[in-house]
């Protein structure tokens, strides 16, 4: 049996015990004399200060400030104006058609229907008008013999109301008459049918010879100058537009174009909650299309705010949107905010005093009326 080791080991236990345990009576018996700190009684270490366990959090100083005095929208662009033009009667297409893409003018004509026999009906109003027109003139010679007649006493006076009452008839002969020209002649009018207004096709328009029913389709037109840019703004935002502002945007193939808003809705969609914005820019070279995506710029009505780091937010136990702030004594509690909009550096909120300490760093490590070492952001 190995007894080296085991002898080794007790000693090594005593050395210990003396070394720990008996370490005034080991420094003694060697002569050398303990130090203040190692006679002090171990009561006296209760007195000696506790390493500082407040936690460290990360405060921003900000001061409320004018906020940028624009409102960014998304949005796409779309003609100005948009008709279908359609038949008012029916009949065979004469023109040739125009193909999508044509630029048309005001009062151009886009398609022609056959007349048929509306010719003939013309003709025929004409004549009855015509008719009507002798028979009044008639009627007239007739009133005036009777009323000379019964004024010298060689005709009873009712006779003169006969003749009274065959012009009135007359008359309303010739105003029957002047309807149905008139009625043929709009029919006439009808077999032209032309652009309302300067623009461009976007379909071609009805192909000669096809039958056109009233009501048919004859031709698209749309105006692109001016070019509308439809945005929709939040209700937070819609408040700080108004009619006539400023306004640009930059369209999704890098062109940069500018106008002004000439429409803002009153109602708000059902679906999104949001208002319709119009902003009008010129589009002379009709380069900028319908449809295309854009980024809206537009000049708001100023107001004060805060800017704050996005990582600062936070969410209360009740699901309020807020800030961790730090009082002169260094205890955190919380602060309410509304966010006015979003930005590069952050979000623009209000609700904060005019000078805000904002826990930037650890504020979801602490909750409110807890004291905090604070390390100030941008001081040593």
């Keep these: ?77 779309a003609a100005s104006r948009s008709v279908e033009v359609r038949a008012q009667t029916g009949g065979l297409v004469t023109s040739q058609p125009r193909p999508r893409g044509a630029l048309v003018s005001a009062g151009e004509v886009l398609c022609q229907l056959d007349p048929g026999t509306r010719a003939a009906q013309m003709s025929e109003a004409q004549a009855r008008l015509s008719e009507a027109r002798a028979r009044l003139s008639e009627a007239q010679i007739n009133q005036t013999t009777a009323t000379r007649l019964a004024e010298e006493g060689f005709r009873a006076q009712n006779t003169t109301a006969t003749a009274d009452a065959a012009v009135q008839a007359a008359l309303a002969g010739v105003e029957a008459a002047n309807a149905g020209v008139e009625a043929a002649r709009t029919e006439l009018d009808r077999l032209t049918i032309a652009a309302p207004f300067d623009g461009l096709l976007e379909v071609d328009s009805a192909e000669i010879g096809s039958l056109m029913q009233s009501g048919g389709l004859c031709a698209t037109v749309i105006q692109l100058d001016p070019m509308l840019i439809v945005g929709y703004a939040a209700e937070a935002q819609i408040d700080r537009l108004a009619d006539g502002a400023l306004a640009g945007a930059r369209l999704s193939n890098g062109r940069e174009v500018q106008g002004r808003v000439t429409f803002l809705a009153r109602a708000s969609d059902p679906a999104t909650r949001t208002f319709r914005v119009e902003v009008t820019v010129p589009n002379p070279d009709l380069e900028i299309r319908d449809g295309m995506s854009a980024d809206i710029l537009v000049a708001a009505t100023a107001t004060r705010g805060h800017l704050v780091p996005g990582s600062a937010l936070t969410i209360s136990d009740d699901g309020t949107l807020g800030l961790r702030l730090v009082d002169e004594t260094n205890h955190t509690f919380f602060q309410p905010v509304t966010v006015l909009r979003d930005a590069p550096q952050g979000f623009w909120v209000s609700g904060l005093p005019e000078q805000a300490d904002v826990v930037v760093v650890g504020q979801e490590y602490v909750t409110d009326g807890i004291e905090v070492r604070v390390s100030r952001r941008g001081e040593d």
């Design 1 to 77: 049996m190995r007894v080296v080791p085991l002898i080794t080991a007790a000693l090594v236990l005593a050395f210990l015990y003396l070394l720990v345990m008996q370490r005034d009576a080991l420094m003694a018996f060697v002569g050398v004399e303990p130090g203040p700190a190692e006679t002090a009684p171990m009561g006296a270490a209760a007195a000696a200060p506790v390493e500082d366990t407040l936690f460290t959090v990360v405060v921003e100083r900000i001061t409320e400030r004018d906020l940028e005095s624009a409102i960014v929208l998304r949005g796409r662009t």
